[in-house]
């Protein structure tokens, strides 16, 4: 399929090698990673394959540029953040049609990432001046108590395909504003909207070797020797649940101080006083924004008894309405998911439903023809022991189940190994706080089916995580807190 004038414009736009120490290079020995359109299964663009040496070159340079980031003014390291945020938003139309080449979803999907992306850079760009440390009087009045705030240092980063963008700014950001450098590592399906992000960061002003993109086919071979490395003082990981337990026995080599941002299994609760129209809106969003693909997609719809027939009709005739196509076409809805592995493993985890008793309402095959589509799909009456409920499906699919209790429908929601994010949907106040306090998660959308927001900490419990991304929460995973005991030998005054 030819690439229109536009794709290829934007294609040809991006920069494909690596970028260390503020130069782009070509990976030590020259190999290319190619990068597909999982809507054609075409080969778009190849980037640099990067080696240990060159993964190895980026923490140098990262080591090498904390030295003087660190001590760059805050409000300099704010006005570099805005300058970006500020190129972003003049290109947004542009970066949201690499993205969709690339990772698949609809350019309309596209332009959201890439809003709520720079919406990072922006928060963390007015929190670069207020990174505070505290002053206080101790407790025999004897003494003084003074806390710094300082950048923990050169940190490295690794994320998914998902959200190609938005995972990045998400770290990259409070990283910057505290005084942080850092290697970024991208998934190998989606390097170029990190590799367009690098030259922005560029053209904003960043001092080379604040920001080290390094893009590789063998993540685990180039990554673990860095991880292992006392240079790096942080890691931020955004990915699967089994790859985070690998790289956290990883950090116990040097006790390094990671955050995870892991795998999710939301529930989605519908009681019975809930505003049905609401609830099937919120579900749409929760269910199908990324096609699917998100950590915090709506993996099981947990509906009371009563409504549990007319929410199941109201969704299936939404989803089952859905344009699924490739995303750079007009009026599309849904885009493939990334590769064959992904749609084969939603395919699996479909038919072991149905095959166990789970009713097809809309759905439930794999698309013919090019690309990795597969159909939106709605299954009623899924049984318990259906893999889909415990497994986390991203993709297409709203598996549904019924509970008659308030009791039950919690207990069915923290029945799984994941705590990331969790909805309900109630007009009872009351049983709104009574379900949110028993509810294990780390986010909860109450009436509402999407929870990210630059200003808020995003991240999860149990087996989906530690630490938090956006909000004033963002900044603390980057920053170490120096305590200082002053004898100042007075009892309290004015200073109090
Ligand atoms: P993944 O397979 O865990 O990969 C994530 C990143 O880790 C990629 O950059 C990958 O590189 C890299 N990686 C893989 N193995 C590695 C290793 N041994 N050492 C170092 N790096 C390694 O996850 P994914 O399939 O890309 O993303 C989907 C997962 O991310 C889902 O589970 C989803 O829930 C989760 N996610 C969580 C959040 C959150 O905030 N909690 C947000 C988005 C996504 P390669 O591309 O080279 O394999």
């Not at 140098?60 to 003087?68: I, M, R, S």
């Not at 959201?112 to 850079?121: H, P, Q």
């Not at 939603?346 to 090019?370: F, N, P, Q």
């Not at 008659?404 to 929601?413: G, M, Q, W």
């Amino acid at each position: 399929m030819a690439a229109t004038a536009d794709e290829t414009r934007v294609i040809d736009g991006v920069k494909t090698q690596l970028f260390i120490g503020g130069e782009w290079r070509d990976a030590t020995g020259g190999a290319t990673l190619d990068v597909e359109d999982p809507a054609t299964g075409e080969t778009i663009a190849s980037v640099a394959d990067a080696t240990h040496e060159d993964a190895d070159a980026a923490l140098a340079a990262a080591t090498e540029a904390f030295k003087t980031w660190r001590n760059v003014a805050p409000r300099d390291r704010a006005d570099i953040l805005r300058r970006a945020y500020d190129l972003i938003d003049a290109r947004a139309e542009e970066l949201a049609l690499l993205m969709t080449l690339e990772m698949g979803k609809p350019v309309s999907e596209s332009l959201g990432e890439i809003t709520y992306a720079n919406n990072f850079l922006r928060w963390y760009s007015e929190e670069a001046v207020r990174i505070n440390g505290r002053f206080t009087v101790n407790e025999t009045g004897k003494g003084r108590v003074l806390t710094l705030r300082q950048p923990i240092g050169p940190c490295l980063f690794i994320t998914p395909w998902n959200f190609p963008l938005a995972m990045g700014t998400r770290k990259i950001g409070p990283a910057l504003a505290t005084g942080c450098t850092c290697v970024v590592k991208p998934a190998k399906q989606t390097p170029l909207s990190m590799l367009a992000l690098a030259q922005i960061f560029e053209e904003a002003g960043l001092p080379g070797g604040v920001l080290n993109v390094i893009t590789a086919s063998s993540s685990g071979k180039i990554m673990q020797p860095l991880i292992e490395d006392p240079r790096v003082r942080k890691m931020s990981f955004t990915g699967s649940t089994p790859v985070g337990k690998e790289l956290i026995k990883q950090s116990a080599e040097q006790v390094l101080k990671v955050s995870m941002e892991l795998g999710g299994n939301a529930p989605f609760l519908v009681f019975g006083d809930a505003d049905l129209d609401a609830a099937v809106e919120g579900a749409l969003l929760a269910k199908m924004r990324n096609g699917g693909e998100a950590c915090t997609s709506a993996n099981r719809f947990h509906v009371h008894e009563s409504v549990a027939s007319e929410f199941a009709d109201k969704l299936a005739a939404k989803i089952g309405g859905l344009k699924v196509g490739r995303g750079t076409e007009d009026g599309i809805q849904v885009g493939p998911l990334i590769d064959e592995a992904q749609r084969s493993k939603v395919a699996e985890l479909v038919d072991d439903a149905v095959g166990k008793g789970a009713r097809v309402l809309t759905g439930g095959s794999r698309v013919d023809g090019a690309g990795y589509f597969y159909e939106p799909t709605v299954l009623a009456d899924v049984p318990q022991n259906a893999d889909l409920l415990s497994e986390e499906i991203f993709g297409p699919v709203a598996p549904i189940t019924t509970f008659s209790t308030d009791e039950e429908a919690i207990a069915a929601a923290n029945d799984t190994e994941y705590g990331l994010v969790s909805y309900l949907f109630t007009q009872d106040l009351g049983r709104a706080f009574r379900v949110i306090e028993g509810l294990e998660t780390g986010m909860i959308g109450l009436n509402q089916g999407m929870v990210s927001n630059a200003g808020a900490p995003f991240g999860g419990v149990k087996q989906s995580g530690f630490g938090r991304e956006g909000g004033p929460e963002g900044l603390d995973e980057y920053l170490e807190t120096k305590y200082v005991a002053m004898n100042v030998g007075t009892e309290p005054t004015a200073l109090q």
